[in-house]
């Protein structure tokens, strides 16, 4: 997954217009204009890297003559003392674009090494681990990017690229079966569909019907086990998801069930902060 240029500039601006506004006035007053100076970007924990090009952009917003030389890529793996990135050029510019730059990497760092937390938990069980749209606004593309950088896989990006039925629309049209009658009325729609059941009455109803994928919201994993034996009965090939309430710590359970999907919205919206900091160094 790529992630346009303009739209990393964009972010990165209006980030930099917030936290720079008239000035960075603690710089302006002590350190003299014309001082150059190097440093590096420095990681402080183990993890994965994500974020690199809006650290990149971050600083060539502020000064374009700031030079970058980075030593990790995206989608690798990170070690205590670890140096992501060297940079030099004016002290007033750097010490500008410091925390944006770190920001951005600490953030999107903290998603890919909560998710490859997840993907490694299932490691060998064939289940994708799958990102929701519990994202911060604005964000939404970044932190995606960052999810396949830790090794998980995007659910769908809005509520245009794939049909999601769930209790609420289930509700307002009047149950699972009316909703699934409009939905195919005028043939198979063009994107994947996928339909939500809190029990097994109605997933017995989903089983029926030709959806792509069908999610288990909120199963225990005693209650994944019965789906997982009703498909078979039912001879469905519909792939599952299960989601709701899966932790680290339950999250292999339900890969070993037999469900090819798990989605974690924790991945993104409970993912801690990175732990990175940029040192100067002394002249």
Known sequence: MKINRFYIYRLVGDELERDIGVGDITTTSIVPPYLQTTGQIISRS?????????????FAIVDNSVNLDTHINDGEKLTTGDVIVRVSGSAHSILKAERTALNFLGHLS?????????????EGTGTVILDTRKTIPGLRLAEKY????????NHRMGLYDMILIKDNHITAVGGITQTLTLLYSKGKPNVPVEIEVSNLRE???????????IMLDNFTPEMTQQAVKLRKEKNSEIS????????????????EIGVEFISIGAIIHSAPQFDLSLELEMK
């Open 46 to 58: 183990c993890g994965i890297l994500a974020g690199i090009e809006f650290a990149k952009a971050t």
């Open 110 to 122: 903290g998603i890919a090494t909560q998710t490859a937390n997840f993907v490694k938990a299932v």
């Open 146 to 153: 960052a999810v396949k950088c830790g090794g998980g896989e």
């Open 203 to 213: 997933l017995e109803q989903a089983l029926r019907s030709p959806v792509d994928r």
């Open 240 to 255: 599952f998801e299960s989601s709701g309430g899966i932790n680290i710590d339950t999250v292999r359970d339900y890969a």
